[in-house]
């Protein structure tokens, strides 16, 4: 705990980071490693449906807030998210630390600097946490050099997917000469020590690094048309469908996605194929997973899908995959196969599924 922070103060964390680097997956690890403390949750997604939020949604019930379509630093002004924070913060709520997931493309010192402006007397800004794909690193700075500032910004780093990184140490020092005095932790599946986040709150020390003031400068140096965010050159699709997609069809539609299609989440609906589970499918750069869950009892099924890119023809994707509903009534008999080949083998989900309990 800092100092200057009384007991009634919560602290608010902000956890940002590039698309698909594991930000959800680190929040849910959180929710499920945080001991007695409880956490709130204030979601924000780039797309029309929130999968983010249905995401996390189970674990916190009415501990999360939902900041609904747009990026969050564009979307919501200090005073909108004092709204948020205000319900999350208010005693009988019971909240220990509240953390902001950022869309993907959001950009953190705006986020801080809302934090910062907060009027709120109940809350304290707790740090900025990033996320990095530890295994598109590379890829990623070459497309997107502002992720070397927003590093070094950071409170705390999560070098996050060591499991898919061959030349982890060269990630881990490269990433600890773009940070300025921040922490470093190398995790896989966001599997870090809660402690570490929640004690990442910035002592007086950091106030002159990280100050309103200088938040606000970089602002209006930066910000004041949004044309330098790394969402202004993306295009976001959403679709919808009450009618299962056929399995073939949309492995026919992944496996030929387009390069700058750079992200997809969300479940789907294989109908006869599989009518006891949905599948959560995310898809980050070249990598491609599905993972089944159990349908709820309650609740229509549906399938709902987020792609997020750059230079993509999203009327001609939404088209593609309108194709991919099914027509027939009754699952063929390998249909499935080629999602199968996605799905991790239970071994490797033990873990996870462990994580998650
Ligand atoms: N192999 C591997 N996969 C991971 C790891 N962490 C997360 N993932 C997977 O990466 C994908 C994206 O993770 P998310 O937690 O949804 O990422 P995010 O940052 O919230 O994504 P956006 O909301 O799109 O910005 C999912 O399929 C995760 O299961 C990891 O350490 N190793």
């Not at 204030?42 to 916190?60: M, Q, R, T």
């Not at 294989?270 to 898809?283: L, N, W």
């Amino acid at each position: 705990m800092t100092q200057s922070r009384t007991p009634q103060q919560i602290p608010v964390v902000v956890l940002a980071g590039f698309l698909g680097s594991g930000k959800t997956t680190l929040l849910n690890h959180l929710l499920h490693r945080s001991g007695g403390s409880r956490i709130g949750a204030i979601v924000n997604d780039f797309g029309a449906i929130e999968i983010d939020a249905l995401a996390v949604a189970g674990a916190l019930g009415d501990s999360t807030v939902s900041l609904g379509n747009g990026c969050l630093c564009c979307a919501v002004d200090a005073s909108e998210l004092d709204v948020y924070l205000e319900r999350l913060a208010r005693p009988s709520a019971g909240i220990d630390v509240i953390v902001i997931e950022a869309s993907g493309l959001a950009e953190p010192q705006e986020l801080v600097r809302m934090v910062l402006a907060s009027e709120h007397p109940g809350i304290v800004y707790g740090g900025l946490v990033e996320l990095v794909d530890a295994a598109e690193f590379d890829e990623t700075r070459a497309r997107h050099p502002e992720i070397d500032r927003h590093l070094a910004l950071a409170d705390l780093v999560v070098v996050n997917k060591l499991d898919r990184t061959p030349d982890a140490d060269r990630v881990l020092g490269l990433v600890r000469s773009l940070t300025d005095r921040a922490a470093v932790v190398p995790a896989t599946y966001g599997r870090i020590d809660p402690e570490f986040l929640f004690d990442c709150r910035p002592g007086e020390e950091r106030v002159g690094q990280l100050s309103f003031d200088d938040l606000h400068r970089q602002g209006d140096d930066e910000h004041d048309d949004h044309a330098g965010h790394l969402h202004a050159a993306y295009d976001s699709l959403s679709f919808a469908s009450e009618v299962p997609l056929d399995p073939r069809r949309l492995m026919l539609f992944l496996d030929s996605r387009p390069e700058g299609l750079y992200r997809i989440k969300g479940y789907v609906d294989f109908g006869p194929h599989d009518t006891a589970h949905r599948y959560a499918v995310h898809a980050v750069g070249r990598f491609l997973r599905f993972y089944p869950e159990p349908w709820g009892s309650a609740g229509e099924r549906l399938t709902q899908l987020v792609l997020i890119g750059s230079g993509i023809d999203a009327a001609a994707l939404g088209k593609e995959l309108e194709a991919c509903k099914s027509d027939a009534p009754h699952a063929d008999e390998h249909g499935m196969w080629g999602v199968l080949r996605y799905v991790q083998n239970p071994e490797d989900r033990a873990d996870e599924v462990f994580e998650e309990a």
